[in-house]
């Protein structure tokens, strides 16, 4: 892979970010500001009107706003790690593999004075997640478990 450490990291840094926030925005329509009308995927998306009524019965308690940021974020980030397990090389598409010939991400300016990335995308998504919770903002909720002292 011709992808310097550095951009890497900051790549990673970014989806992680990017699967807080895209998890905490959708609790945050559906929960409490009862907006049903975000979805952008597919492009014919929306909730029918039974769907909705049940989505309205949703509280707004901390609890079940952090179940569902887990709950999203995992699927966000399950949707990213095989995304990034194609762009490895170490996975394949599901459909049309006999004509897959793999796909590269490179730095889009060669960095002469870097180190290469030697890691695997997909398993430093997980492994940025420490570093990511480390420098993001300050929010009185986590997706994590972990217990800090």
Not at 32 to 60: A, T
Request: contains cysteine; negative net charge.
């Amino acid at each position: 892979m011709q992808l310097s450490e550095n951009n890497a990291i900051a790549l990673l840094l970014d989806l992680n970010e990017d699967i807080e926030e895209y998890a905490d925005c959708a609790v945050k329509n559906v929960i409490v500001d009862k907006n049903f009308e975000y979805l952008n995927y597919p492009p014919n998306c929306g909730f029918s009107d039974l769907e909705k009524e049940e989505l309205h019965k949703l509280d707004n308690n901390p609890h079940l706003k952090n179940a569902l940021r887990k709950i999203i974020a995992d699927s966000s980030a399950g949707v990213i790690f095989n995304m990034l397990n194609l762009l490895d090389g170490t996975g394949s598409p599901k459909k049309m593999y006999k004509e897959w010939t793999g796909v590269q991400l490179v730095n889009e300016e060669p960095e002469n004075d870097s180190e290469s990335f030697a890691g695997t995308l997909h398993d430093y998504l997980f492994e940025t997640y420490w570093t990511w919770k480390k420098i993001r903002d300050d929010k009185d909720w986590k997706l994590d478990t972990l217990e800090e002292n």
